[in-house]
């Protein structure tokens, strides 16, 4: 789309600097986060799942490679060449890895935030070349004289204004839901991993009202002390495995209809826990021949290959694809209550693995996992207790979404200058 807007190379608006190769004998435990291409999610945004992080007393050395709020970053190498990630203050303070361009608005000629935009858009257009592509890296110095429209510094700030708006609330929402999920997890893990109620009753000191769901004593299993009562079994016992299919890629009349079609690429984070929209989506006719099924609302999805382990609770009815399985609790079990059984029993298998590759996922799989299983009821009073949480994460997703296909239909609006931003207050 043509711009209204003069247009600059980029290197003569922004500071550009790459990041650094950090050893990883030299990461510890704690001190500087050190930010690498695995901790920028796709839509931008920053986590510390697996971070990495750098003594303190080695920090001064490597002064250049500070990231600061509004930086936007770029991953030049690799599986997710091309990715834009944002620096937010929370992120800080953070040192960045190898393998990613630095971007930094230079003061008085271009908004850092807008920056952020304005670059995400031209380079998506871009990198239109890498779609299906053996390519697998960029050149800094191809990007470098890369032009990008540059309005009034002031229209810049009006833009990131009304577009960090809509950002913001994605963030907020994000970082709720991760407080959300905390506490559902917590609650699962006190129930039925660290069987808290039962110590409580077994000790006779202060009760919380679930307390009198739980039996008062542990006793000996195969695997450990287990409350009286509760069982120890296979997990395929307690599950209904659902298997997934593609229908045929050549056939146009079963795809791009009504039925989502998940598969590993649609996986959520695992604080988000559903995936409510997917990539692809196929037609009742694609469905009805192919192995694909439609799998109910609340099934739990496991990827079974390439990427092992993702998990998704379908937020809709949706199908999937032949490298994934569905889980479903057998009659009377509690649909949460089965996904954070199987989560918990995942961490289990990626541990067990012992720096092995963990690669796949059959049914012999969830033979051999031995999990501890209360009464139904239990399960029941589980999912009662986390539904108001699980539906606001639900809830905080959809609105996500419609926030983010609002500023998506904004940006390329706002840059062409065919809609002016409000002024920011």
Same mark, same amino acid.
Not at 220 to 233: F, L, Q
Not at 331 to 338: L, V
Not at 401 to 413: F, G, N
């Given at each position: !789309?043509?711009?209204?807007?003069?247009?600059?190379?980029?290197?003569?608006?922004?500071?550009?600097?790459?990041?650094?190769?950090?050893?990883?004998?030299?990461?510890?435990?704690?001190?500087?986060?050190?930010?690498?291409?695995?901790?920028?999610?796709?839509?931008? $945004?920053?986590?510390?799942? #697996?971070?990495?992080?750098?003594?303190?007393?080695?920090?001064?050395?490597?002064?250049?490679?500070?990231?600061?709020?509004?930086d936007t970053l770029f991953v030049m190498v690799g599986a997710t060449l091309g990715k834009v990630g944002y620096v937010?203050?929370?992120?800080?303070?953070?040192?960045?890895?190898?393998? !990613?361009?630095?971007?930094?608005?230079?003061?008085?000629?271009?908004?850092?935030?807008?920056?952020?935009?304005?670059?995400?858009?031209?380079?998506?257009?871009?990198?239109?070349?890498?779609?299906?592509?053996?390519?697998?890296?960029?050149?800094? #110095?191809?990007?470098?004289? !890369?032009?990008?429209?540059?309005?009034?510094?002031?229209?810049?700030?009006?833009?990131?204004?009304?577009?960090?708006?809509?950002?913001?609330?994605?963030?907020?929402?994000?970082?709720?839901?991760?407080?959300l999920e905390a506490m559902a997890r917590t609650l699962f893990q006190s129930w039925f991993v660290n069987f808290d109620?039962?110590?409580?009753?077994?000790?006779?000191?202060?009760?919380?009202?679930?307390?009198?769901?739980?039996?008062?004593?542990?006793?000996?299993?195969?695997?450990?002390?287990?409350?009286?009562?509760?069982?120890?079994?296979?997990?395929?016992?307690?599950?209904?495995?659902?298997?997934?299919?593609?229908?045929?890629?050549?056939?146009?009349?079963?795809?791009?209809?009504?039925?989502?079609?998940?598969?590993?690429?649609?996986?959520?984070?695992?604080? #988000?826990?559903?995936?409510?929209?997917?990539?692809?989506?196929?037609?009742?006719?694609?469905?009805?021949?192919?192995?694909?099924?439609?799998?109910?609302?609340?099934?739990?999805?496991?990827?079974?290959?390439?990427?092992?382990?993702?998990?998704?609770?379908?937020?809709?009815?949706?199908? !999937?694809?032949?490298?994934?399985?569905?889980?479903?609790?057998?009659?009377?079990?509690g649909d949460f209550f089965a996904y954070y059984l199987v989560r918990e029993a995942t961490v289990r298998l990626q541990?067990?693995?012992?720096? $092995?590759?963990?690669?796949?996922?059959?049914?012999?799989?969830?033979? $051999?996992?031995?999990?501890?299983?209360?009464?139904?009821?239990?399960?029941?009073?589980?999912?009662?207790?986390?539904?108001?949480?699980?539906?606001?994460?639900?809830?905080?997703?959809?609105?996500?979404?419609?926030?983010?296909?609002?500023?998506?239909?904004?940006?390329?609006?706002?840059?062409?200058?065919?809609?002016?931003?409000?002024?920011?207050?």
């Amino acid at each position: !789309m043509a711009s209204d807007y003069p247009e600059q190379p980029l290197e003569e608006v922004a500071d550009l600097s790459g990041g650094f190769a950090f050893k990883s004998g030299d990461y510890s435990p704690d001190g500087r986060f050190v930010l690498r291409t695995l901790n920028i999610d796709d839509d931008g $945004s920053i986590h510390r799942k #697996d971070a990495a992080f750098l003594p303190l007393e080695k920090c001064d050395q490597y002064k250049r490679f500070e990231l600061q709020e509004h930086d936007t970053l770029f991953v030049m190498v690799g599986a997710t060449l091309g990715k834009v990630g944002y620096v937010r203050r929370e992120s800080l303070p953070a040192l960045l890895n190898q393998n !990613m361009w630095r971007i930094r608005g230079r003061e008085g000629l271009c908004d850092k935030r807008y920056l952020q935009y304005a670059f995400r858009h031209t380079v998506a257009q871009r990198l239109g070349w890498a779609s299906g592509s053996a390519r697998d890296f960029v050149r800094r #110095d191809d990007y470098r004289t !890369m032009k990008i429209p540059v309005p009034p510094l002031q229209e810049q700030k009006r833009i990131a204004h009304i577009l960090g708006t809509l950002d913001d609330k994605i963030e907020l929402n994000r970082r709720m839901n991760a407080t959300l999920e905390a506490m559902a997890r917590t609650l699962f893990q006190s129930w039925f991993v660290n069987f808290d109620p039962v110590r409580r009753n077994s000790e006779g000191g202060a009760k919380r009202p679930e307390d009198s769901l739980f039996p008062d004593s542990l006793e000996d299993s195969a695997i450990g002390e287990i409350p009286i009562g509760w069982e120890v079994c296979s997990l395929s016992k307690k599950i209904e495995l659902l298997s997934g299919g593609t229908p045929k890629t050549s056939e146009p009349t079963y795809w791009d209809g009504d039925v989502p079609w998940y598969s590993v690429r649609d996986a959520p984070t695992e604080t #988000d826990v559903w995936v409510i929209q997917t990539d692809k989506s196929v037609t009742e006719q694609g469905i009805a021949n192919s192995a694909a099924k439609i799998c109910p609302e609340k099934t739990t999805i496991i990827s079974a290959r390439g990427t092992v382990g993702k998990l998704a609770l379908t937020g809709v009815p949706m199908a !999937m694809n032949q490298s994934c399985y569905g889980i479903r609790g057998i009659s009377g079990y509690g649909d949460f209550f089965a996904y954070y059984l199987v989560r918990e029993a995942t961490v289990r298998l990626q541990q067990n693995a012992h720096g $092995s590759v963990f690669d796949t996922i059959t049914t012999r799989t969830f033979e $051999s996992l031995d999990c501890v299983f209360p009464n139904k009821e239990l399960t029941i009073a589980f999912d009662k207790a986390v539904e108001p949480l699980l539906s606001k994460i639900r809830a905080n997703l959809h609105q996500s979404h419609t926030l983010a296909t609002l500023r998506d239909t904004l940006l390329p609006k706002l840059l062409a200058g065919e809609v002016q931003a409000p002024t920011a207050k």
